[in-house]
């Protein structure tokens, strides 16, 4: 249930008002915008006299929220959220590159990587350090030894960084990273969710890629329910009847999110298509389709990449599509 | 037979009386004793019913009326008796008892208060001669307040029960039988009405002057000495001056009260235009707890009465034995049913007179339903 207040409500009553919803047991997630206080109630608001708040003078109007997710919910939080990342915004008109390898391999390849993003112009630089692959076999990553590297590279170019934890174990080497990337995969391990709740990181969520919509902003509500707020869904594609490219890069999704939800949405066409000549196209269909950021590979040898070879784009390439990505943002901003 | 004689069997006759009068009361006694082990209400109706059909069966045709007024007051008197024995008001007596002790010294000067209306209405004005600072919520109307602090989110509620020019206020009454609540305070205050405009807006531009009825009503002399001014009713006073603050229209002004002045940015045209110059309204505040205060010197009752001839006139008469003066008798009907009213009655005397507690036990034992509303004190 939200409840929209009259603008320039008087703050003891305000005040007044949440403390009795508290009282009942509700939460109260109270949105202060330039132009109006919305009050979501979160909990069971079925005990609450719906009509006793809509006779309240200072109530502009009572809506019943039927979505199940509260937090992340547009209703609760008409503006958009905009996240800020050691000074990088993110989200309400403020777009964010994220450009990096697949996996961190060795300080040579991150340093040289993330030098070139930064000519580049990108905002973050992202990097595997534990890298969740579908054979036990592969190359599993440099873990702590990956992060140690990625924060190295952010002491030379002061790019923020961005790499994914696929384990609450995990968690203590994670203390210096900038944005928690949760993959895919485990999308919907919720106790992991509950527990970067609880910290005050930025969170890259993506879309599982057999997940609905719903379904992730379900996941984005735990994490928001536990506290954490600064939430950043991804889509990177989803499982269809689409041959020749790894997964459906869902572009709907975009427009979608941005009307159910206020949390900044992110697209990473490397993973969905898994083809690096079909990236540049894609990463500028998702700018027209209005995301507020990317997520894109960058290896300075895909060939000789130690994972996801096929999905990397060069340096070389990623500078080019850099400036046209600019150029899509502005006609369509 | 000489008149001596008559005088002689009726005097036999009455020692019989009084015999079986005396046994009818040690039996009333036990009877009373088996009540209040089994928590049962003193008054019975449907035993009365019963008693009254057999012994008026059994009764001459030409003592059918007398036989009903004796068995009526033969049982009233019973019901006084075990009133009496199992203690009066029982549950209310021991809530009295208890608020007075557990009620602090000082009515509060800070609280959370549920009011009808928007800022400036006359509620306000009442709530602010009640507390020094009060955090006021303002809600559409009056069954708001109540249910406001019934749930609890607000501690106290104000809301008019009567203006002295314009009478009772029927819709808080007919409330009152719906919600749960306790009277803790009453207030007497002043209802000046004054005609605001927008600044720069003169007296002979007005056409339409807007205020709530009972605002019109007061002010009729002075209304119906402008010519060619049309009185508009509107939901109440205050909201009469927000509106028109509001419009573009430099042809409109309010009947309102001073605080709207300062309130909606007006200007006063006219102080103080009521007919009259006692125009004074009565608030109550409301609260969802027993609250006692010091100097408690009216009680307030609801009750329903059983639908017989002179009920209301037996309630009356122990008022009168008892020694308890009426303030107030208000009746209104009770929905969904013919005819049939609940009473309320505010009691003058301290609450701390032991006639008053036997008073309201002799009541409660007379009613249908009897609700105790509270003890509490006027602001002047």
């Not at chain 1, 990096?100 to 990097?127: F, N, W, Y």
């Not at chain 1, 900038?178 to 999308?187: E, I, K, P, Y």
């Not at chain 2, 106290?156 to 203006?163: I, R, S």
């Not at chain 2, 110059?277 to 009216?298: H, M, V, W």
Request: proline share 4%; hydrophobic share 40%.
């Amino acid at each position: 249930m939200i409840v929209e207040l009259k603008p320039n409500t008087a703050k003891q009553r305000q005040d007044r008002l949440v403390e009795w919803l508290e009282e009942l047991g509700l939460g109260v997630h109270v949105f202060e915008g330039e132009s109006k206080t919305v009050l979501g109630l979160i909990g069971d608001t079925s005990k609450v006299d719906m009509e006793l708040i809509s006779s309240l003078e200072i109530v502009e109007r009572v809506k019943k929220v039927n979505e199940t997710f509260k937090c992340c919910n547009r209703r609760f939080h008409p503006d958009d959220t905009v996240i800020d990342v050691r000074g990088v915004k993110i989200g309400g008109g403020n777009f964010c590159v994220m450009a990096g390898p697949c996996s961190v391999e060795s300080e040579e390849q991150i340093m040289t990587i993330a030098r070139a993003v930064k000519k580049a112009g990108t905002h973050m630089l992202r990097g595997g350090a534990f890298k969740p692959r579908t054979s036990p076999y592969d190359f599993q990553g440099l873990k702590a030894e990956g992060i140690r590297l990625l924060i190295e590279a952010r002491k030379e170019t002061g790019l923020p960084i961005v790499t994914e934890i696929m384990s609450i174990a995990d968690l203590p080497l994670f203390e210096d990273v900038d944005v928690l990337q949760v993959g895919a995969r485990n999308m919907q391990n919720f106790d992991l969710l509950k527990v970067l709740g609880q910290t005050d990181k930025p969170i890259l969520l993506k879309r599982g890629l057999a997940n609905t919509l719903k379904e992730l902003l379900m996941s984005a509500e735990y994490i928001m329910a536990s506290g954490n707020e600064r939430v950043i869904l991804c889509e990177r594609g989803i499982r269809t009847y689409s041959d020749y490219m790894r997964n459906t890069l869902d572009l709907s999704a975009v427009p979608m999110l941005h009307e159910l939800s206020h949390l900044p949405v992110v697209v990473d066409p490397s993973h969905a298509t898994g083809i690096a000549r079909m990236v540049p196209p894609m990463t500028l269909a998702a700018v027209a389709a209005g995301c507020d950021g990317l997520e894109i590979e960058v290896h300075n040898d895909p060939k000789n990449a130690l994972s996801d070879s096929a999905q990397q784009l060069t340096p070389e390439e990623f500078e080019k599509l850099s400036k046209r990505i600019l150029v899509v943002r502005d006609a369509v901003t | 037979m000489e008149n001596t004689d008559l005088r002689r069997q009726i005097d036999e006759i009455d020692e019989q009386i009084v015999e079986l009068f005396s046994k009818r009361m040690d039996i009333s006694a036990e009877i009373a004793a088996y009540k209040q082990r089994n928590s049962l209400p003193i008054r019975d109706p449907k035993r009365e019913r019963e008693k009254v059909a057999h012994v008026l069966e059994k009764t001459p045709e030409a003592y059918k009326d007398y036989t009903y007024s004796l068995f009526s007051l033969l049982m009233e008197l019973s019901r006084s008796y075990q009133g009496r024995l199992n203690g009066f008001g029982g549950d209310v007596t021991n809530a009295v008892k208890k608020a007075v002790e557990s009620t602090d010294k000082l009515f509060p000067s800070y609280a959370t208060v549920a009011c009808q209306g928007i800022e400036g209405a006359n509620s306000q004005i009442a709530c602010d001669r009640l507390f020094k600072n009060a955090n006021i919520l303002y809600f559409k109307d009056f069954d708001a307040v109540f249910s406001a602090i019934e749930k609890g989110m607000c501690t106290y509620g104000v809301v008019p029960v009567e203006n002295s020019s314009a009478g009772t206020v029927n819709k808080v009454y007919d409330l009152m039988t719906r919600h749960n609540f306790y009277i803790v305070r009453s207030v007497r205050t002043k209802i000046e009405h004054n005609l605001l405009a927008k600044p720069g807006v003169k007296m002979e531009d007005v056409r339409e002057i807007y205020s709530h009825e009972q605002a019109i009503n007061q002010c009729s002399k002075f209304l119906s000495s402008l010519r060619g001014v049309r009185a508009v009713p509107c939901e109440n006073t205050a909201m009469a001056a927000q509106m028109v603050a509001e419009s573009p229209r430099n042809d409109i002004a309010a009947l309102a009260s001073r605080p709207c002045i300062k309130l909606y940015g007006l200007n006063c045209l006219r102080e103080d235009v009521q007919n009259v110059d006692n125009n004074y309204t009565r608030f109550i505040c409301i609260s969802k707890n027993l609250e006692i205060y010091p100097g408690a010197d009216k009680t307030s009752v609801m009750l329903t009465l059983p639908h017989e001839q002179g009920s209301l006139y037996k309630l009356l008469s122990k008022l009168y034995a008892l020694g308890i003066n009426l303030n107030k008798l208000e009746s209104r009907p009770l929905p969904n049913r013919d005819f049939e009213f609940m009473f309320y009655f505010d009691l003058d005397s301290p609450v701390y007179a032991p006639n008053l507690m036997q008073c309201i036990g002799e009541m409660k034992a007379a009613c249908d339903s009897f609700t105790y509303l509270g003890s509490y004190s006027e602001l002047m």
